[in-house]
């Protein structure tokens, strides 16, 4: 639209001036890590340079600066996705680490011989192996919601795979393949009115492009990393409802969580959030996310979602006027901010190869997510992805990528 500041956004990121073999970058690999604004990279750089300490441990001016920092963005992040308090944000080092702090502490301590858990078959490796190892640990019976032809989750099929002995139901929020945002609110409530699993939402790739209220949604974890918005990498968030983590025991042991330790006796430990918080915290991280954070709200997240929905638009306009053969995975998707695609029979990795000759960068291969290769039957998939920062050159820089591969192989 006229009035979404993409030439200030472009101006805030500096990695967008680079070139990458004699082209300007194109940077379309945003749904796996996104670039970092000037005011993320020099919060950093400013807490390094000014502040740097050790937070929850001493009583010197920067340490308590450090510990100041940290439950300032705790509330911050519950603000954010509508969290009833700030003790219920755990500060992790991504979805990855969130989730397998949940199955390791509520999935190993609640669910036993006898229950199910339920995910689907679009996850992400990261939400599928934690219910793996679990399930066999237990000996419980791991089930997944079947896909539709387009790839979208089977609804139809997910009230015959509940029962009163389903104790997890985890989900991603969108698919880090094709795009679909999950319709989290049915989805959920199919759940409640059938058991009372416990729902774990998968937030990496939702957290960018939607707005969360994780009480409206009413899902009992919500998971997400911050490098997947705006954020450095190696910090990230673990929503849960207070009353679970309250239940729950640390997984990750050590320094700054125990009210007492003794050589003979059992430890005890400190309130949630901060017993799942042991050793010492990145706490530049957590000054860089708020900073992330604070920029998405600047610009807002409907308004980035709604620039992302019109270049796709724009997009598959231009594929099809042309003449673009692509096999695109998600045609139905269209509020989407990403597009997986194969060209002819050409392996995913040749045509990323190709494209980063003109700058352009695309995700190839399996994608952390070969149950859903083996759903559309390939092994891999090329995957443009956008961001707040992607703008029609970006598009049609692409298309000319895949024009002039087109060529070469006519
Ligand atoms: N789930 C989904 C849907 C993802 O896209 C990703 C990242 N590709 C992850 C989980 C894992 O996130 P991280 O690598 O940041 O832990």
Redesign the pocket.
Known sequence: TVDYPIKKIRSNFPILNKMINKYPLTYLDN??TTQKPDVVIESQAYYYRNECSSAHRSVHSLSTLSTDYMEKTRLYVANFINASKSEEIVFV???????NLIANSWGRNFINYGDNILISEM??H??ILPWQILAKEKNIKLNYIPLLYDGSLNLTKLSTLIDHRTRLVSI?????VVGIINPLIEIINIVHTKSNAIILI?G??GIAHQLVDVQKLNCDFYVF?G??IYAP?GI?IMYGKSELLKKMKPWIVGGGIVKDVSLTQNATFIDSPWKFESGSSNVSGIVALRNAIKYVNSIGIENIFRHETQLMSYTRHMLLKKNLNLMLYNKNNKSSSMIAFNFKLHNSYDIGTLLNQYGIAIRTGH??AIPLMNHFKVSGMCRASFAMYTNTEDIDRFIDGLIRIQNLFI
């Not at 080092?93 to 989730?99: R, S």
């Not at 991603?172 to 880090?176: C, E, K």
């Open positions: 749904a796996a080092k991504g979805t990855t680490d969130a989730i996850e992400h990261s939400n991603t929020h969108m698919s880090n998968d990496a790739q990393s490098h997947k990498s990230g994608h952390c």
